[in-house]
């Protein structure tokens, strides 16, 4: 997402850490992150907001597809503890 922090690399002068992680370098590599021109500056709650509003179907379509398999794993468990119950009052009679 090419950003740093939620709202900005500060974020990150407020935390335990106390400065910028070298995960919010343009490069890696050799990066000083006390350099603001090395950085990402931009923070990532904006990048991902925009980001799920672009992509909403897509989100949305992939957590109904892993919904799916659960919901019809209830649907089968339910069915088996009827059939298993049914059959054991059949016996008994």
Do not use: R
């Not at 897509?58 to 799916?68: D, P, T």
Request: charged fraction near 15%; include cysteine; charge should be negative.
């Amino acid at each position: 997402l090419h950003c740093c922090g939620s709202h900005d690399y500060m974020d990150w002068k407020d935390t335990k850490l106390g400065h910028v992680p070298i995960s919010c370098c343009m490069n890696t590599t050799s990066c000083d992150t006390d350099d603001v021109k090395q950085i990402y500056t931009e923070g990532c709650y904006a990048k991902v907001v925009n980001f799920l509003d672009a992509n909403i179907g897509l989100v949305g379509g992939a957590a109904l597809g892993v919904a799916f398999f659960p919901l019809v794993g209830v649907i089968l468990s339910c069915c088996l503890a009827k059939n298993i119950n049914k059959a054991k009052y059949e016996q008994m009679a």
